[in-house]
């Protein structure tokens, strides 16, 4: 079973950059995706991207593009999710989800990293 | 890209029957049959329950169904108990909009 580890909490200023990840272990391959989920307080689910950990084919929504960037480093299988400029309003929970080449459905989900954007 | 649109809420007495509808549109759920349902409870991530419109993976309850008819797609919880109290998401594959996936709007079920 595949399972997706995230990094920690992290708290930070409007401005700032940050980097946050989601490694893959029990899986050696690196036929998989990684999509990134944002999910505000009291709201639903939101699709931010996802990205091809073999080749680092990314695709972002419309509402992020430009904002954030999504990559992965397939010799470690570890995806991530980046700001340049953080605002306030990226303050959200984001997971992390592992899909297989091929298919339609995300299998396994990390654990959730909360950003905290605050002056 | 809209989301897709599932009821906000979805209520029933243990032992029970609930069906959870989402719908969208000829872009995504009617043409493809790559829908997925995720269990969400508080404070934890999300789970998959349904796969490919009706394909529970291993380890989830025969309790658990999901059909499609046209561009609704559909999960239904029967024999309902108090764990099963979360929300509930739908997503779908979607030629539309970029990432190729979309959500739908996410719904509580509550046992009452």
């Known amino acids: 079973e595949v399972q997706l580890v995230q990094s920690g909490a992290e708290v930070k200023k409007p401005g700032e950059s940050l980097r946050i990840s989601c490694q893959a272990t029990?899986?050696?391959?690196?036929?998989?995706?990684i999509g990134w989920v944002r999910q505000t307080p009291g709201r639903g689910l939101e699709w931010m991207g996802i990205?091809?950990?073999?080749?680092?084919?990314?695709r972002y929504s419309p509402s992020v593009q430009g904002q954030v960037t999504i990559s992965a480093d397939k010799s470690i299988n570890t995806a991530y999710l980046q700001w340049s400029g953080l605002k306030a309003s990226d303050t959200a929970m984001f997971y992390c989800?592992?899909?297989?080449?091929?298919?339609?459905?995300?299998?396994?989900w990390g654990q959730g990293t909360l950003v905290t954007v605050s002056s | 890209q809209s989301a897709l649109t599932q009821p906000a809420s979805v209520s029933g007495s243990p032992g029970q029957s609930i069906t959870i509808s989402c719908t969208g549109t000829s872009s995504d759920i009617g043409d493809y049959n790559f829908v997925s349902w995720y269990q969400q409870h508080p404070g934890k991530a999300p789970k998959v329950m349904i796969y490919?419109?009706?394909n529970r993976p291993s380890g989830i309850s025969d309790r658990f169904s999901g059909s499609k008819s046209g561009n609704t797609a559909s999960l239904t919880i029967s024999g309902l108990q108090a764990e099963d109290e979360a929300d509930y998401y739908c997503t779908s594959y979607t030629r539309s909009s970029s990432p190729d996936y979309v959500f739908g709007t996410g719904t509580k079920v509550t046992v009452l």
């Open positions: 490919d419109v009706s």
């Open positions: 989800a592992w899909a297989l080449d091929g298919t339609m459905w995300w299998a396994d």
């Open positions: 029990g899986y050696s391959l690196t036929d998989y995706w």
């Open positions: 990205t091809h950990v073999g080749y680092s084919d990314s």
